[in-house]
């Protein structure tokens, strides 16, 4: 059973470019949230996508966008590139309304 | 902002010895997770325990939860290098929708050999 996938595992941009992550949630799970972690930070919760839905959003700007397919699979799609969007991007899966993300290995973007 | 606060930020043992990181929260939960990460690469979930619960085990560890205090604890017993690693801890507020997870900082843990 494959668990929580993301591509790229590494990214390199620079200012003002565009950006989009891939996430394949855990087999049986039906809701994608997506968190951004600094260096020595911990994760920050971006947004969760349920039923191709944004329900529910943290403190982004509207440069973070995304998207949920109907396979449950989800995007994360970030605008006009900043040095400060340089980070580990960790996806993560579960069941609703149980308890009990389950994270994917992360992507990390390097803005230049 | 971030909700939990771990304590402390680092810790260095020997391998052998118990480790004992602490997390403090804001608001009310349904319940707290402990995670591990190993060199900044994903998240692994160690335990979760629901706000109605006061201790629970998993092998090696053990955590307990005061909700009074709006603390919990990790203890990892026998400690090994393997256990090098950032651990967090995680809460989802009561009545949120979802599991939106607010973490801490993090607890580096150290385990030499």
């Known amino acids: 059973d494959a668990g929580v996938t993301q591509s790229p595992t590494h990214l390199i941009k620079t200012r003002g470019q565009q950006v989009t992550l891939r996430c394949s949630p855990k087999s049986g799970h039906d809701t994608v949230s997506w968190y951004q972690q600094a260096l020595g930070q911990g994760p920050q919760f971006i947004f969760q996508y349920y039923e191709e839905e944004e329900r529910q959003r943290g403190n982004f700007p509207d440069r973070f966008s995304g998207h949920q397919f109907p396979n449950y699979s989800s995007e994360l799609n970030v605008n006009a590139l900043l040095l400060g969007d340089s980070a580990l991007y960790l996806c993560a899966s579960s069941l609703l309304p149980g308890p009990g993300e389950f994270f994917g290995p992360g992507t990390r973007l390097t803005v230049l | 902002s971030q909700q939990g606060e771990e304590d402390p930020q680092a810790l260095s043992i020997q391998e052998g010895e118990n480790a004992t990181m602490n997390c403090s929260y804001k608001t009310s939960i349904n319940n707290l997770q402990w995670y591990r990460q190993n060199s900044g690469r994903g998240l692994v979930h160690l335990i979760l325990i629901r706000s109605n619960e006061r201790e629970k085990h998993s092998g090696r560890l053990r955590v307990t939860l005061d909700t009074s205090k709006k603390s919990s604890s990790l203890l990892i017993t026998a400690s090994r290098a393997a256990d090098t690693a950032s651990y967090f801890c995680?809460?989802?507020?009561?009545?949120?929708?979802?599991?939106?997870?607010?973490f801490g900082a993090g607890t580096i843990l150290r385990v030499k050999s």
């Open positions: 995680a809460t989802d507020a009561l009545g949120e929708y979802g599991n939106k997870l607010v």
